[in-house]
Nanobody, 123 residues
Framework: QVQLVESGGDLVQTGGSLILSCATS????????MGWYRQAPGNQHLRELL?????????NYADSVKGRFTISRDNAKNTLTLRMNSLKPQDTAVYYC???????????????WGQGTQVTVSS
């Protein structure tokens, strides 16, 4: 099992910056990839993938955040980070981190989610 706890959400003005963190514990050596998602108000059934990072450090970004957001992972500290710059009102959402586990004799192959952290960008 893996436990994920997000932090860093806040109220910021348009153009501001935030850093979100996701503290990871448990079977962290089983993690193959991690990502940041968000769920905007009114989209109760849709979580948008924003950024993704795999074990070798390869990253991918959604077009909506490319050039503004940066995902990184500190394996020594078991922390996933999302640096967000040039924030816009449409970035307002609950932000979640997730972790995909490999499937092996020791690892479950499951996907885990944090509880989310609220980011609000005022115009």
């Amino acid at each position: 099992q893996v436990q994920l706890v997000e932090s860093g959400g806040d109220l910021v003005q348009t153009g501001g910056s935030l850093i979100l963190s996701c503290a990871t514990s448990g079977d962290t050596t089983c993690i193959s990839a991690m990502g940041w998602y968000r769920q905007a108000p009114g989209n109760q059934h849709l979580r948008e993938l924003l950024a993704h990072i795999v074990r070798d450090g390869t990253t991918n970004y959604a077009d909506s955040v490319k050039g503004r957001f940066t995902i990184s992972r500190d394996n020594a500290k078991n922390t996933l980070t999302l640096r967000m710059n040039s924030l816009k009102p449409q970035d307002t959402a609950v932000y979640y981190c997730n972790a995909d586990l490999i499937f092996s004799s020791r690892c479950s192959g499951e996907t885990y989610w944090g509880q989310g952290t609220q980011v609000t960008v005022s115009s």
